[in-house]
């Protein structure tokens, strides 16, 4: 059994010395790292990329967002002071010439049931 075991381990050194006879395992390892630590680092730059680029869209809506309630404020106002009574009244009588009628002027149906 110690012979096989033995011939086992000559045979796999031997056949790990001729496919990577420059490469070892440490190598190997170091490398992984290497490049995953070079992945995570892109992954960071995308990441705060992404986020810049979000928070500079997500001012630009607060802005437009902010100017439309300015100006829907101000229609609501205008709004407001168009509908007055007292405001339609004087822009008919201005604008268009128009005077309350008078009792001969007016004239009342009366509907029978």
Excluded at 70 to 92: H, K, P
Aim: glycine share 2%; with cysteine.
């Amino acid at each position: 059994m110690t012979t096989l075991t033995a011939n086992i381990n000559t045979a796999t050194s031997v056949l790990s010395n001729k496919v990577f006879p420059i490469i070892s395992w440490k190598s190997i390892s170091i490398i992984s790292l290497f490049l995953a630590s070079w992945f995570c680092a892109f992954a960071v730059v995308y990441t705060t990329y992404s986020t810049r680029h979000a928070f500079a869209e997500l001012q630009n809506v607060r802005q437009q967002h902010d100017t439309l309630f300015m100006e829907w404020t101000q229609l609501l106002l205008e709004q407001s002071a168009l509908t007055d009574t007292g405001q339609i009244e004087q822009i008919a009588w201005e604008e268009f010439g128009m005077q309350l009628p008078t009792k001969e002027q007016s004239h009342f149906l009366v509907v029978q049931k």
